[in-house]
């Protein structure tokens, strides 16, 4: 048990000093110094170390941190073990500790820099200190988000929020969920960020927090603006510009005005974004705002790049590199790197180039980045080294890119495949529907029959022969009626059923109410992938896609349905089907061959016809692997009829390494079907696959 010791009523006076006196800074800071020289009590120099390590001199908060962490361990070893005191002094030690090495730069990486905080964080948990317990959960998360690291720091936001939740502090509540929406939205999760956002905007509302408001309406627009809804994206942002104004802070409404910059450069409306920009930068200090500054920059980068003012367009990246360098995130960096490294290659400065999209690939590394920037570094990789004469790098990056825009296409139709939980929903909810009418006209019928007997016995006891059988005309006609009701409604529960599973399946569904998973072999996985899909879509209207791409999937299940190929799902743009479903049946690899071939044929003549009518059409790429997988039904009530395994992947990959208007197929498929004369085949030698190594490789055609 600690006691006060003759120094202790200098000691408490000189700490309420520091705090109470601003202006006696310095000289109680002296005074504390010599409480750690002289002091025989080691508690008191502990908390005497523990405030000098409160600075904004790192290299003064490095040194007495230090030595606080090593005074309460010695502590610790001898006779504090269990004191929460010492312990949480320690904490707080460590804490500031990794903060100044943060602050100096000397981390060698992400992991060894966040220990520090782990430490102190589980010190905090382990005392139940509920307010450090949060406070550390929500830095812990702010620096995993730097590293690119959202769902680590999704884990951390949550347990700060529930404390929050606990200790009933609206304020800090509205800043974690909105923290919880950046974490959502990094990982691509928009639904999840947006309720977070608005249940942030809430809360900030309820206590006039405008801070916090205007943060929340911003991001709201991101949201839109990512998903192509730019005049919804325009409202929220000015929304948002408005409420900065309330403050009066240079700086604060950089990102509001640069995403309204933008699409209104998009828009042409370049002299109105370049105004937005620079009124943003008034009375910002780079040195104290340097991600803003840096994104202002960029921002003005990219719009003189638009209308061909190269000169000024590098200008303001190099100011934009400059700033983020000095002080911004991550994030800023790699995005001023990337920005001014496109416009140094348009001005063919391309060694210049190559050092900022180098720089940006360097920054990039151990990180669990975005896919739109790394596709965007190895896109402008690839036409560096086209520029130079680097042909093989400039291919290395061409494909990685290609590799890399398939992941992004692949993340957004996820999302896409999330909106369409609800169309998969509509119609379970139709299926049970339809189940329940089924069970319902059936019990009508019985009761039709119970009654059309106790006509017959009025019939027998003497009724009039000529009213029984005028009634018994009815209740025919009635009974055909609900029969055929009841028809109607089960081959329509039946469609429903079979429009979603393979037929064996869905009898096994009704049967015994579920279909277990099965291995099944030698299944032959078909991929589709339209060429150039993001530019035609631009050309064409929401409809006339969607119209389009409807033309074509029907032609596809007409020509599956014809060879016995199961079709397993779409994708956005990509058709994937499956022979040899839902059990090994011989030959079929080569009628999945010859699906494939009539699929081509059909996409090749579609082109043709509208490329007479002057309308953009589709080209189309189709792979083929044959191997194992497992196949079975996802869910309870939004069930489908997938399948898994490594086959599935290497037939994706089939597709991605084929050519456009070409039926690619793997070595395990050319087996099964090299000795069919109704195919012909050009070997491709070993191809690179991403993820594959390199693998043997056939294109296929009719003899």
């Not at 120099?45 to 005074?71: G, I, M």
């Not at 791409?549 to 029907?554: L, P, R, Y």
């Amino acid at each position: 048990m600690y006691r006060p010791g003759p120094t202790s009523l200098l000691f408490w006076s000189i700490w309420t000093m520091a705090w109470v006196v601003p202006a006696q800074a310095q000289t109680n800071r002296d005074s504390l110094k010599q409480v750690v020289a002289s002091s025989q009590f080691p508690l008191e120099r502990l908390r005497a170390l523990r405030f000098l390590s409160k600075t904004d001199d790192n290299a003064e908060q490095l040194k007495y941190s230090r030595e606080t962490v090593a005074l309460a361990d010695s502590m610790l070893r001898h006779g504090h073990a269990n004191d929460r005191t010492v312990l949480g002094l320690k904490a707080g030690g460590l804490w500031n500790y990794t903060r100044s090495r943060f602050e100096l730069g000397d981390h060698p990486d992400a992991d060894s820099a966040l220990v520090g905080y782990r430490n102190a964080a589980a010190i905090w948990r382990a005392s139940g200190d509920k307010e450090r317990i949060a406070f550390s959960a929500g830095v812990l998360a702010t620096h995993l988000t730097k590293a690119g690291r959202p769902q680590e720091a999704l884990e951390q936001l949550r347990l700060c929020l529930s404390i929050r939740e606990e200790m009933h502090d609206t304020v800090q509540m509205a800043m974690d969920r909105t923290r919880i929406g950046d974490a959502y939205y990094a990982l691509g999760d928009y639904p999840h960020a947006l309720d977070n956002y608005l249940s942030s905007l809430e809360l900030a509302r309820a206590k006039d927090f405008w801070p916090y408001e205007a943060i929340d309406l911003t991001n709201i627009g991101l949201i839109y603006d990512d998903q192509g809804q730019k005049d919804t994206a325009i409202t929220y942002y000015q929304r948002s510009i408005q409420v900065y104004a309330r403050g009066k802070v240079p700086g604060d409404n950089a990102t509001p005005t640069v995403n309204l910059a933008k699409i209104l450069s998009d828009r042409g409306r370049h002299k109105e974004a370049l105004r937005l920009c620079t009124d943003a930068l008034v009375g910002v200090d780079p040195a104290q705002r340097p991600d803003a500054a840096a994104s202002v920059h960029s921002t003005m980068c990219l719009i003189h790049r638009e209308l061909g003012d190269l000169d000024q367009a590098i200008h303001e990246g190099r100011t934009a590199v400059s700033i983020a360098e000095r002080g911004g995130s991550v994030t800023q960096q790699i995005r001023a790197a990337l920005i001014l490294g496109w416009s140094l290659h348009d001005k063919r400065l391309y060694d210049q180039a190559l050092v900022q999209a180098l720089r940006a690939k360097g920054l990039m590394e151990s990180l669990q980045f975005d896919l739109r920037s790394r596709r965007n570094l190895a896109s402008l990789l690839a036409e560096i080294y086209t520029g130079t004469g680097r042909t093989e790098e400039a291919f290395r990056y061409y494909k990685e890119y290609e590799a890399l825009k398939d992941s992004v296409n692949s993340e957004e139709m996820g999302r896409k495949l999330r909106l369409m939980d609800l169309r998969k929903q509509e119609m379970a909810d139709s299926l049970r529907s339809a189940e329940a009418a089924h069970r319902t006209a059936l019990a009508h019928e019985r009761a039709m029959n119970a009654e059309q007997e106790r006509k017959r016995m009025f019939m027998y006891a003497g009724i009039g022969v000529l009213l029984v059988a005028g009634g018994l005309l009815g209740r025919l006609r009635h009974v055909r009626r609900s029969r055929a009701h009841i028809q109607r409604e089960k081959d329509r529960s039946e469609n429903l059923l079979l429009n979603i599973l393979p037929s064996e399946i869905a009898q096994e569904l009704k049967e015994k109410g579920e279909a277990r998973a099965r291995d099944i072999d030698g299944v032959s996985i078909l991929f589709t992938d339209f060429k150039g899909f993001t530019s035609i879509s631009e050309q064409l209207s929401a409809q006339e896609l969607v119209s389009e791409i409807d033309a074509c999937f029907k032609a596809f299940d007409g020509i599956i349905a014809r060879y016995g190929v199961e079709k397993i799902k779409t994708i956005g743009d990509a058709y994937m089907c499956a022979g040899g479903l839902p059990a090994p049946s011989v030959g079929s690899a080569a009628r999945t061959v010859s699906a494939a071939l009539e699929m081509q044929t059909f996409m090749i003549r579609r082109k043709a016809e509208r490329d007479a009518q002057g309308l953009p059409a589709f080209e189309m790429r189709v792979g083929i692997h044959t191997g194992p997988v497992v196949a079975g039904i996802v869910g309870v009530n939004k069930f489908q009829y997938d399948i898994w395994g490594d086959t599935v992947n290497t037939a994706s990959r089939m597709e991605s390494s084929g050519e456009v208007g070409q039926v690619n197929i793997s070595e395990a498929t050319y087996a099964l079907v090299k000795d069919n004369g109704s195919f012909s085949f050009t070997p491709r030698g070993k191809v690179q696959a991403k993820g594959k190594g390199e693998m043997e490789m056939y294109f296929v055609d009719r003899a």
